[in-house]
């Protein structure tokens, strides 16, 4: 079952500050997130694991609330090439295995 | 530079056919999934696979079959092509946490 991901798009000026949401229906081992800008593949940002773990971008923040199995990705001070679809993935409740995305949210970051 | 290959960027197939997506991975990686990408629905899980052999349907796998002989090979197989499985098809292979894909193969049925 797919997670689900608000907004659905925003619209930035530059250094603007945008946060995208991720929410389960079931318990989440991991949550997964993805850029991908048009024409191109996905591109992984950054993994949190259940219990506080983070790997990822260093530009780019996200917290994961395990009892509420939501997910939130925090981008400040916007730059042009932030802009692009961003999907958080989540995989099973005890493996990495099935990882499944959302529907994705559009960001624009306009000059 | 780890790589996933999937075979064609663009195919175009008459219905009826019986269409092999093939994807193909040189990281060693466990696990390889094949997702459809649609507008407004994001990516979708058809299938994956954890290990040679062993695989799992996603959650649209109807319409679909795999294949994992190999390792580093993963086919997606339409049995019988129709209209409505026109779409972008994404391979990806992880060890659980980075997933990279491949380019896509943008399937069109006629």
């Known amino acids: 079952q797919q997670p689900v991901q608000s907004p659905q798009a925003v619209i930035l000026r530059e250094g603007e500050d945008a946060v995208i949401n991720c929410s389960s229906s079931?318990?989440?081992?991991?949550v997964h997130w993805y850029r991908q800008k048009h024409g191109e593949a996905p591109v992984f940002l950054m993994i949190?694991?259940?219990?506080?773990e983070q790997k990822g971008h260093e530009k780019i923040s996200a917290s994961f609330n395990e009892k509420k199995q939501q997910s939130s990705l925090y981008l400040t001070a916007s730059q042009l090439s932030y802009s692009g679809t961003y999907f958080c993935?989540?995989?099973?409740?005890?493996?990495?295995?099935?990882?499944?995305f959302g529907e994705g949210t559009q960001l624009t970051v306009n000059p | 530079d780890v790589k996933v290959t999937q075979s064609s960027r663009y195919l175009v197939k008459r219905t009826g056919e019986k269409v092999f997506l093939e994807c193909v991975q040189d990281?060693?990686?466990?696990?390889m999934f094949w997702y459809r990408q649609d507008p407004g629905l994001g990516l979708r899980l058809i299938y994956f696979?954890?290990?040679?052999?062993?695989?799992e349907k996603g959650d649209i796998p109807e319409g679909y079959s795999v294949s994992r002989e190999k390792k580093e090979r993963f086919s997606l197989i339409l049995e019988s092509a129709s209209t409505n499985q026109t779409s972008m098809y994404l391979c990806?292979?992880?060890?659980?946490?980075?997933?990279?894909f491949g380019q896509g193969t943008r399937l069109t049925v006629v």
């Open positions: 990806a292979s992880s060890l659980g946490f980075e997933a990279f």
């Open positions: 993935g989540t995989d099973g409740e005890t493996s990495g295995s099935r990882l499944t």
């Open positions: 696979s954890y290990d040679v052999k062993m695989k």
């Open positions: 949190l694991l259940k219990g506080g």
């Open positions: 079931k318990a989440l081992y991991s």
């Open positions: 990281m060693d990686h466990e696990n």
